[in-house]
């Protein structure tokens, strides 16, 4: 008997067929995600706490093209429970600069982040990023008072 794949398997293997058109396509080529986002689609919440467990083994290239896939389509709607906040806390300090300069305002207009975990998570990546020479003082200041903020919302203050 043959095992049956999980969804981040097969979500997996959609990510790196796209590999073969490379990353300059997927901002070229409208909806080359879609197969992958559709699969995204398909997740239960299990199959989302098990994709944001196995997370941390993919590889960076992994991370940039989900996280193209989950801002892809825009006509497509995808509830990103955390994905995004999660690449951007393992991605290395080019992938995390471009996702705070792109899409992290955006992951933040479109989900109420409960978890302070994972905003505080999301801080130590800016700390990183700022001792790393990846961010301006000015953006660093902005970031930090932001999430300090989110966090403070969350725990009622």
Known sequence: MIPQKSKVE???????KLYSVGIQALYEI???GHAALQVLKSFTTTDRKELIEKLSSWSN?????????LHDDFSETYEDNYLLGHIFTLANDALASNLLDQWIIFFFEENTVESIALLDSMLNRIEGLRLNSYLDETTYKYWVEY???LKMKQKGL
């Open 30 to 32: 409208d909806g080359i």
């Open 61 to 69: 290239k992994d991370l940039e093209f989900l996280a193209f896939v």
């Open 147 to 149: 999430l300090t903020n």
């Open 10 to 16: 097969i979500l997996h293997e959609e990510i790196t």
